[in-house]
């Protein structure tokens, strides 16, 4: 690790060999003009090389001299930028690197230093104004300091360039920049994307050594090798299939009953679900979501708005006594708030999972295609896909969701579980009762 004495190196620094640029380097290099430039792609890639490169370029061509670097912590920042920067520059141009006190200073530009790794990433950040931002491992950082640091980049002429290795295809970059084509065509964003192949640098055995440590996992094949955003492996709801657990068209239904996962600084989802009974199973429809975020939007909603979207839907559905509201077990407050508001006609009942059983319950559904989601409901769709396993709870033996990208499957348990366990069985001929 470097370390200072009096603002200097006590470690000898050797100048940077560059090797060879690629033909997509130097595109790069030449094109990446627009607001916001994004590198991803496989590991070993030359993206961090390419980015220092254009990095250093920018600021020194900038008529401002406030700037900010981030990564997913200072040690990273430092292991993956700083000391090459600082290679780079060595013997050029002063600098002054203050990993403490979170700043390098390269001639006279300071380049802020900030750790994404947490929310609390976006207090660091609030106030700040630069011109152009570089952040290493963008897709690992929250997307609330993602869209703060965007926010920062007011000055005339800022622009920003993030590096970052594949993920989920349902991760907010690639849905809200990577694949944004509206974006894309108006020269917003502009993206490159990096294979082993984009770097001439590496030596054929190495190439095919990396390629087979990676060979035994197909999911980190496909993101560190092809630099493919592909579904994490452990996903709960394997068995999902989008062409044949959503649908268009409203089917016959027997029921309807309003669901909810509740969150009182984060997320509060609402789902209409719809019922058709058959003495062969029944099955599970989700016709409509509410999604609010608290976290994206800025503020968090009152127990007063979430009654108000219950009543948009109740009524939208012509909802009354004959239907249910379920409400989870910890939103006493949204349930008093219901309760006392006379325009909710519904039954309200409290749903208390079982989470492995609901979830089994929920499994079986899905692979017998008796679970559907309406197409316009893309959170659900989305975490249908991403909702996983916590791999370190099951290395202990315990099976576990990990508490991301769950607010849609906590909904699902209400409208789903709820009718099962808290009502009385349907009869579906005089002498024969529904399975459920």
């Not at 000898?12 to 560059?18: A, C, G």
């Not at 899905?366 to 316009?376: D, G, L, M, P, Y």
């Amino acid at each position: 690790m470097l370390s200072k004495n009096q603002g200097k190196f006590v470690r000898t620094i050797k100048p940077f060999q560059y090797g060879i640029f690629s033909s997509k380097a130097l595109d790069f290099f030449d094109n990446s003009d627009a607001f916001l430039n994004i590198l991803h792609g496989s590991v070993r890639s030359s993206k961090t090389i390419n980015a220092n490169v254009r990095w250093l370029n920018f600021i020194a061509n900038s008529p401002h001299d406030k700037f900010l670097l981030t990564g997913k912590t200072r040690d990273t920042i430092e292991r993956n930028v700083i000391e090459d920067l600082i290679s780079m520059i060595h013997g050029k141009l002063y600098y002054n690197y203050d990993k403490y006190d979170g700043y390098i200073d390269i001639g006279d530009k300071r380049t802020y230093i900030v750790g994404f790794n947490d929310e609390g990433a976006t207090s660091r950040i609030q106030g700040m104004t630069v011109a152009g931002w570089y952040g290493d491992e963008a897709a690992t950082a929250p997307e609330s300091a993602i869209k703060m640091a965007m926010s920062r980049c007011s000055l005339s002429g800022a622009q920003i360039f993030l590096t970052m290795n594949p993920d989920s295809p349902y991760h907010y970059i690639y849905k809200q920049y990577i694949t944004n084509q509206e974006l894309r065509k108006k020269g917003t964003v502009k993206v490159w994307h990096f294979t082993l192949e984009d770097n001439p640098n590496l030596a054929p055995e190495y190439v095919e050594n990396l390629k087979s440590l990676y060979h035994a996992s197909k999911l980190q094949y496909d993101r560190y090798i092809l630099g493919r955003w592909v579904i994490a492996e452990g996903a709960i709801y394997d068995k999902f299939v989008e062409s044949e657990n959503t649908f268009r068209y409203r089917p016959k239904l027997h029921d309807i009953n309003i669901c909810c996962d509740y969150g009182v600084s984060t997320v509060t989802t609402f789902g209409v679900m719809g019922i058709h009974r058959d003495p062969e199973g029944n099955s599970y429809y989700l016709l409509e979501e509410t999604y609010y975020d608290a976290e994206v939007m800025g503020v968090a909603q009152s127990d007063d708005e979430r009654v108000d979207d219950i009543v948009t839907l109740q009524d939208r559905y012509k909802l009354d006594n004959n239907n249910t509201l379920f409400l989870p077990h910890d939103a006493a407050s949204l349930k008093t708030a219901c309760e006392k508001d006379s325009r909710v006609k519904m039954k309200i009942k409290t749903y208390t999972p079982d989470v492995n059983e609901d979830i089994g319950t929920i499994q079986r559904l899905i692979a017998t295609r008796r679970f559907k989601i309406h197409v316009n409901c893309k959170n659900s769709i989305e975490q249908a896909q991403t909702y996983s396993w916590d791999k370190k709870a099951q290395a202990k033996g315990k099976d576990m969701p990990l508490k991301q990208d769950d607010h849609c499957p906590d909904m699902w348990r209400g409208g789903i579980c709820g009718p099962m366990k808290t009502a009385k069985k349907q009869i579906y001929h005089a002498s024969r009762r529904v399975k459920i």
